[in-house]
């Protein structure tokens, strides 16, 4: 018994350990629906009409202050930015691959925990985290990161 404990103990570890995402702009699985704009720092899903924002901000916030953060956000030209819902960040995992990666060509994503303006039941908030590859909740006091995002069609 105590072997086959062992033996799976080994298993789950080899099987999940390959599982590490890279931010390392690897850009063989490059994801096509996401086209960057170099000039404003910018990543569009042209499958969802959504535009993220990419610029360097290494910042962290409380769930409430990620979402003014954003909402007061005045940048590229607009003003109608808001977090993304869980499951917008969690699109952008390419968790298929190994090693997980996050779907280029982002350029600005800090390995670590990003904000959604989703709530579960309890008052906790869904978060995405790009160091691990994983989603989960947290407790809304914590601090993590935040990136934007905007609807495409939207006015400025």
Known sequence: ???????????????????????????????????????????????????FSDFENKNKYTFAKAQEYCKNLEYAEYKDWRVPSYEELRDLLDIPRQPVSIKHPFKNVQKGIYWSSSEDRYKN????????????????????????????KKSK
């Open 1 to 51: 018994m105590f072997k086959i404990a062992i033996m799976a103990s080994i298993s789950t570890v080899l099987v999940w350990g390959s599982f590490i995402p890279t931010l390392s702009g690897d850009t063989r699985y490059k994801d096509k629906t996401y086209q960057r704009d170099d000039n404003k720092s910018v990543v569009f899903n042209t499958k969802t009409n959504k535009i």
């Open 125 to 152: 908030s869904w978060y995405t985290d790009f160091d691990l590859g994983r989603y989960s909740t947290g407790k809304n006091t914590k601090e993590f990161f935040v990136m934007c995002v905007r609807d495409a």
